[in-house]
């Protein structure tokens, strides 16, 4: 489903932050990215939706290739994919309804089966009971559910996450967690960066580490392996 | 893009427009100002140069027959008047008639001379552009039988240049008021869409094309520019309704000049209004999108 072959990335200020990346990730993958701040996770990370491009190398998805797509097609290309912000990343001044609604009208889909899909979404993340308030009334964990809802809505089959317990207290982030869970169960894949230890190391997937911007280790039902 | 996707637009940019609040109203605030600055001084500058244009059509060439001309070469001289290049209007006043002016501006005591008028016969002539008036002049002095040819030599040359000034700041003004005009509510569009540049790294993260986010921002330029014709449009009307009321009747007694009617006047300054609040706002919404529609 994603395969990065031999990924280079040198930003303007001369910071490598991917410095020959391979890797592969099959369709249904559950994957942590790991490392250090300042290691290129977050790089890995928007490569995968062409926030960033590689400065060489391949990044194929579902058969496109990021390196080399056109920048009008790049919209298209993130309807494909969910993506989950450590800062949430919600439109003030749109509603619960209205947030998740955007990745709907964005591919020009009727009302009415932009109000069923949303309302679903909103039932599985927990607030369809707050659906009509602005996103400064919520709390951080219930703002991240809606962004997972907007993420998922659109029901793609890769979902990026970077960071998105980072902003929450370890309850809510254990609830974030399991909305995660529940989505994998539906066969999607996620990649996710954290720096939660012991969410990697008590739901066990595989951790991809990163360090000096080449992947450090591979490993299914992996520990999160760094002191913290 | 299907119909809904631009109702939805349409629906998006009306939303905007009320839940930003302050950013809306002071977006409205400044497209009202410069509105209605420009509104007060296009309504100003049309009557100066409607003044103008009144001032310059009064300008007349007077031709004096010579006194030993009989009927048929006036006649003659006439039809020479009519077909020299540049004349509009010919109007000729027999010696008799030019003496019951002066008895009317003068006194009775000049009736003594109507037994034996010493006064010319007159052709009055209106160049078609006043400001050839002294062209003209010359060419009539040409023709045979003219005594004298009379245009209010210097006067005329002075009031055109006076005239020709007038206009020429005027215009200079009105573009830099213009100019003035879109900077500065393209200037308030720009800071309130600032302040949403991270809507619209958002709207792009999550799939939507440059003209999905684009459109809805225009949109509510258009109403910003809408809303703050409002009130110069309501100010203008109210004001030239008034002052034409006022200053019309005693203007029309003088005959020297006239205020531009009221109807159509008063739509066309709107309309020019209306029409500068939605280009600007438009332009203003499109430019300022623009620069962040780059993530």
Known sequence: MIEMINVYKKYPNGIVAANGIDVKIEQGDFVYVVGPSGAGKTTFIKMMYREERPTSGDIM?????????????????RR?????????????????YENVAFALEVIEETPKVIRKKVMDVLELVGL?????????ELSGGEQQRVSIARSIVNTPKLVIADEPTGNLDPETSWEIMNIFEEINARGTTIIMATHNREIVNTIRHRVIAVEGGLITRDEYRGEYGYEG | MKARTLGRHFRESLKSISRNGWMTFASVAAVTVTLLLVGVFVMIMMNLNKVADDLEKDVEIKVYVELTAEETSITKLEEDIRTTTGVAEVVYSPKGDELSKLVVDFGEDLKLFEQQNPLH??????????????????????????????YGEGKIEKLFTFLNTGRNVGLVLILALLFTAMFLISNTIRITIIARRRDIEIMKLVGATNWFIRIPFI????????????????????LYYNIHSLLAPRLEQGKLFELLDFSPFIYQVNGLILLMGILIGVWGSFMSVRKFLRV
């Not at chain 2, 007159?122 to 005594?147: C, G, H, S, W």
């Not at chain 2, 910003?224 to 100010?235: A, F, H, N, R, Y």
């Open chain 1, 61 to 77: 998805i579902n058969g496109i290739n990021l390196a080399t797509i056109k920048n009008s097609r790049v919209p298209h290309l």
């Open chain 1, 80 to 96: 494909q994919i969910g993506v989950v912000f450590q800062d949430f990343k919600l439109l003030p001044r749109l509603n619960v």
């Open chain 1, 128 to 136: 369809k009971h707050k659906a009509r308030m602005f996103p400064t």
């Open chain 2, 121 to 150: 016969n007159v052709f009055y002539i209106k160049a078609t552009n006043p400001q050839e008036t002294k062209k003209v002049a010359q060419k009539l002095d040409r023709l045979d039988n003219t005594f004298e040819v009379k």
């Open chain 2, 219 to 238: 949109l509510e330029g258009m109403w910003l520019g809408i809303l703050g014709s409002i009130v110069p449009i309501t100010l203008v009307t109210v």
